[in-house]
């Protein structure tokens, strides 16, 4: 058989948020999006030092994984969670085989599934939310980050680095979020009002909130010692188990 006639499978991944945050002429309204599987020019993504070192394997691999045509920053982080998962099952194989607490563990990621969706709160095709903060009574809005948010949070953030050691990303992270404060949209003063007017309790209380409403893949297992649900580790060896 000739090289031009072979076909690579592929497969369909539902995405977390059913597509109900993009715009309707954005493919990912459809709420589902295409991949191929994983060949050994995606193992050379795996091993390149300098996406590696850089932070940027990641997002290669998904990329050259992903057969739907799509602005890659708009991804929402939750649904970028799916399609990570999907890429390691279609790449490796469903079984995740990792150590914790001392002890091997076994995770079919098949059996991982998005958090329950609460419809009624999604507005198709806006992605914005109102909440009035508990013990100040403000209303805000905010919007759910997207992978263009993330890393234009990461590129203030060294910025913010070279001036002083510190980095304040919780609250650089909630200036990114908001969108509006009391009807506000002046991105100048949301910014002002994180940093000196956002108690920090009512900052806990919408992150909450955020974490609760946002679409993503339920990335938790129990542990075979009987603890309750744990935040599944994703280290280098998830992706690539041969690291």
Not at 24 to 34: A, V, Y
Not at 153 to 163: A, T, V
Not at 168 to 194: A, M
Request: proline content about 6%; cysteine-free.
């Amino acid at each position: 058989m000739s090289i031009d006639k072979l076909k690579l499978p592929t497969e369909t991944v539902d995405l977390p948020s059913k597509g109900l945050l993009y715009s309707k002429d954005n493919p990912l309204s459809s709420g589902k999006i295409e991949m191929k599987y994983m060949t050994a020019r995606e193992e050379d993504i795996l091993t390149n030092q300098s996406y590696i070192q850089n932070g940027t394997m990641i997002d290669r691999l998904l990329q050259s994984l992903i057969i739907t045509k799509f602005n890659y920053d708009d991804l929402l982080v939750g649904d970028k969670n799916a399609i990570l998962i999907a890429a390691r099952i279609l790449g490796y194989g469903k079984d995740y085989e990792f150590i914790y607490k001392g002890e091997n563990q076994a995770v079919d990621l098949s059996q991982l599934e998005n958090k329950p969706l609460d419809e009624t709160l999604f507005t198709p095709g806006i992605n914005e939310f109102s909440y009035i903060l508990p013990h100040t009574g403000t209303e805000v809005t905010f919007r759910l980050l997207t992978h263009g948010d993330e890393k234009k949070i990461q590129n203030e953030l060294k910025g913010l680095k070279k001036i002083s050691q510190n980095s304040p990303e919780g609250s650089t992270r909630l200036k990114y979020i908001l969108t509006s404060v009391g009807g506000n949209r002046e991105l100048k003063d949301i910014r002002e009002f994180v940093d000196n007017y956002l108690l920090a309790k009512d900052a806990r209380e919408l992150r909450n909130y955020i974490v609760k409403i946002q679409p993503d893949v339920d990335l938790t297992f129990f542990p075979d010692n009987g603890e309750g649900p744990t935040p599944l580790p994703i280290g280098p060896s998830f992706i690539y188990p041969d690291i």
